[in-house]
């Protein structure tokens, strides 16, 4: 699949769904406390997304069972929302999701946490959260991909954390992923060259231990191998002609 670039109505499209994802992170963010479990923030944001008049792009997407992907302390990405998994205060827990509006996908991720939270746990958001930001300095016009995912890791590695390699970033438009792939570290190719009107998903997944992680059984959750804390943060941006327009970031 080639790298597509998006019309201004395609643009539009693609702001609603994004606005629309932004607005329900903002909704969930409040009810994240000690006591609930993940499959009710799962209830709540699928019902979030369906009030929008939208779809739920995650949920049966190549089989996953729900539309929020709940991933608490040690999981990485892809946790499967349980009435089982019940937060505690000092977890963290990563939200991501996206959702469909008239054809058009969104996509993002937040790391919350819950309740008082250890310094080195609040210091691996603000740095995955950063990460992302360092990232995006770069995604200008005329600019390559690997511009970002340069940034994006040595940004992480100042910090000695686990920079995730096995999991990316992607382009996003009428389908969920699109060609070109994001890696959050630098690669020896500078990759595709940016251009108005590409529409990426860019996502630092960041490890407090090593880089390296497993998959579990359900073959959807992904873990640190070393059982050590991971963040993730994740938005979908709009190259223009100037700095990018973080199309899932509405305040």
């Not at 939208?54 to 709940?70: D, H, M, R, V, W």
Request: glycine fraction near 8%; aromatic fraction near 8%.
């Amino acid at each position: 699949m080639a790298v597509s670039i998006k019309s201004e109505k395609e643009i539009e499209l693609m702001r609603v769904s994004c606005k629309n994802l932004s607005v329900m992170f903002d909704e969930l963010e409040k009810i994240i406390k000690p006591g609930i479990s993940t499959w009710e923030i799962n209830k709540v944001g699928e019902e979030i997304i369906r009030d929008f008049g939208c779809i739920p792009n995650f949920k049966n997407y190549e089989g996953y069972p729900a539309s929020i992907c709940t991933s608490v302390n040690e999981v990485v990405v892809h946790g499967i929302p349980s009435k089982k998994r019940i937060l505690k205060e000092g977890d963290i827990i990563s939200l991501d999701a996206g959702m469909i509006y008239k054809g058009y996908h969104s996509d993002a991720a937040r790391t919350f946490a819950v309740g008082e939270i250890s310094k080195e746990a609040r210091q691996l958001v603000d740095v995955t959260r950063q990460s992302f930001f360092e990232g995006i300095r770069y995604a200008k016009a005329g600019n390559h991909l690997n511009d970002i995912s340069k940034a994006i890791g040595a940004h992480a590695a100042k910090y000695h954390y686990g920079i995730v390699r096995d999991l990316v970033g992607h382009g996003i438009g009428t389908h969920l992923h699109e060609d070109p792939q994001i890696p959050n570290f630098p690669q020896k190719r500078r990759g595709v060259r940016l251009m108005p009107g590409m529409t990426l998903a860019v996502e630092p997944m960041i490890n407090l231990g090593r880089a390296d992680v497993a998959w579990l059984d359900d073959e959807w959750t992904v873990v640190t191998m070393d059982g050590s804390l991971s963040a993730h943060y994740e938005n979908t941006i709009l190259i223009t002609d100037g700095d990018p327009e973080i199309l899932t970031l509405t305040k």
